[in-house]
């Protein structure tokens, strides 16, 4: 793993508003970016939308007027105060230093520099602190993982979590605007009986579950799997507690879905969890079984909240919970929890 040299903690100056770089504009997480950033009112002074020689030349929408997308360059970076990445890792563990060399904060939603120690991995309603010691780049987590933490850290914070194993339903446009556009075109070939192609899956995705995202590692889980236990140790800033995770592409477009089994140290029953989940910053609790009331796919998105229901007792083990939850994995998961964080940044 790449490490940056110790430099000082970089305090961002305070303007009345910000000249941002959008890496990757163009894409699933970009776009989002930017609309978020317009419906938030985060004070821009100047958007700067980047891109690959694909679609630089081209324009995106931003407070109703066309912006030009730029190529991303070394130069890309001049006066600019933050940079969103959100272009892959190897655009993000070449270009995030470039942009702090130039002055910006970088707020990254990359793998590049999420476990480098000197780099804060920071959902603002769990653990906004870990800001303060940024040297110039700031990780934004898995999908997967802000989602779950949202919920684990009123939880962890009651009753002590000494155990999670969760398995995930994720939608294909975490993986990007090709793979959504694959989901699409295998339903139109499969409902006119023709012949499925794959390219940015192994296998057929309409219609079927892929217990595989991102690359394997030589222990047989996937690195979306590591991902989820290394960074919700880190989050949560406990490497004691035992994290098992599988994780599942399901044919969803957009908001991931998990099913979360937690053991505490501290017994909580139904009622306590549900009451301490409704006063939870950025948890939505929608549980009502009775009424047939669960979070859904199809309800989170659009949304900024991390829905949780399913609420009930591991019975096979004196202090367990089983939860369902569910969230927007283009807003909460990626974009929408970058902004969270720009906004703690110029707070
Ligand atoms: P996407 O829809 O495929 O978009 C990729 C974006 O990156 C496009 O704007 C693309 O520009 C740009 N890009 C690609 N290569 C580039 C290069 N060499 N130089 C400059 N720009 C380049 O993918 P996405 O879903 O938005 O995801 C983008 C990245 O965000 C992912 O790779 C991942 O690292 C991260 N991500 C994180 C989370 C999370 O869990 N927090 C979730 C989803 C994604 P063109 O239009 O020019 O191709
Ligand atoms: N492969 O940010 O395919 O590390 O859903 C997020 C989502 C990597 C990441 C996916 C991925 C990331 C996916």
């Not at 130039?102 to 990254?108: E, M, P, S, T, W």
């Not at 219609?207 to 799997?225: A, K, M, Q, W």
Request: net charge negative.
């Amino acid at each position: 793993m790449k490490t940056r040299k110790t430099t000082a903690p970089q305090k961002m100056k305070k303007k009345s508003a910000y000249t941002v770089a959008v890496v990757g504009a163009t894409g699933a997480v970009g776009t989002e970016m930017l609309s978020i950033l317009e419906e938030r009112t985060f004070p821009v002074e100047e958007v700067r939308p980047l891109a690959s020689s694909r679609s630089a030349g081209g324009e995106v929408s931003f407070r109703g007027d066309d912006v030009t997308v730029k190529l991303l360059t070394r130069d890309s970076f001049r006066g600019v105060d933050i940079a969103l990445f959100s272009a892959g890792a190897g655009v993000s563990k070449e270009y995030a230093p470039v942009a702090v060399e130039a002055g910006a904060v970088v707020i990254d939603n990359s793998s590049a520099w999420r476990m480098d120690p000197q780099v804060p991995l920071v959902v603002p309603e769990v653990n906004p602190y870990d800001l303060e010691k940024h040297q110039g780049i700031v990780a934004n987590p898995n999908c997967s993982t802000i989602q779950m933490v949202v919920v684990l850290k009123p939880i962890h914070d009651h009753a002590g979590i000494t155990r999670v194993v969760v398995s995930t339903y994720q939608s294909v446009s975490g993986t990007g605007k090709e793979a959504m556009d694959e989901l699409a075109e295998q339903c139109r070939q499969l409902l006119g009986f023709g012949d499925v192609t794959s390219k940015v899956y192994p296998h057929q995705i309409a219609f079927n579950c892929l217990p595989h995202i991102d690359d394997f590692v030589s222990s047989g889980y996937t690195r979306e799997e590591m991902k989820m236990v290394n960074e919700t140790r880190k989050i949560l800033g406990d490497p004691s507690i035992g994290i098992s995770a599988t994780t599942v592409r399901v044919p969803v477009f957009v908001g991931h879905a998990e099913s979360i089994n937690v053991e505490t140290k501290n017994k909580l029953s139904v009622a306590e969890t549900r009451a301490m989940l409704s006063t939870a910053p950025g948890v939505q609790l929608y549980d009502d079984p009775s009424r047939e009331l669960y979070p859904l796919q199809v309800h989170a998105v659009g949304t900024d909240a991390v829905f949780v229901g399913r609420i009930r007792e591991d019975e096979s083990i004196p202090k367990g919970l089983n939860l369902w939850v569910v969230a927007d994995n283009l807003r909460k998961g990626a974009a929408l929890n970058a902004v969270q964080i720009a906004e703690e940044l110029v707070k």
